[in-house]
């Protein structure tokens, strides 16, 4: 796992924060190590979004997200991959690195 710089507190609220623009706009444009950590999070929300009963989803998945994050997860984005068994998210590694730092930037995004 990768640290970011930042202690344990703030790394999960970090990583929670990116979780959450991911799932209200259903792509976002971030770092390649921040895209691939964000990752396996999402994607495991994702299954137990549309493995468990709605309620039973709603309540884990609302002690780890915002309430309309959560609520998407369950009604809007779990149904939608129901005969999918993984992999919901693509990573897109650009060409373009950002100006500040240089550092390589990427694209995620939930698969169609």
Do not use: C, W
Not at 6 to 12: A, E, N
Not at 79 to 96: N, S, V
């Amino acid at each position: 796992m990768r640290k970011f710089h930042r202690k344990r507190g703030m790394r999960k609220s970090f990583f929670q924060g990116l979780a959450n623009n991911l799932i209200m706009k259903e792509k976002i444009e971030t770092t390649v190590a921040r895209a691939k950590e964000i990752r396996p999070m999402v994607e495991r929300f994702v299954s137990i979004a549309q493995k468990k009963q709605q309620l039973t989803a709603l309540r884990f998945l609302l002690a780890r997200l915002p309430k309309q994050a959560a609520q998407k997860l369950v009604y809007e984005i779990g149904p939608r991959y129901k005969e999918r068994r993984g992999g919901y998210l693509r990573i897109i590694k650009g060409a373009k690195s950002r100006m500040r730092d240089g550092a390589d930037l990427a694209k995620i995004e939930f698969i169609k």
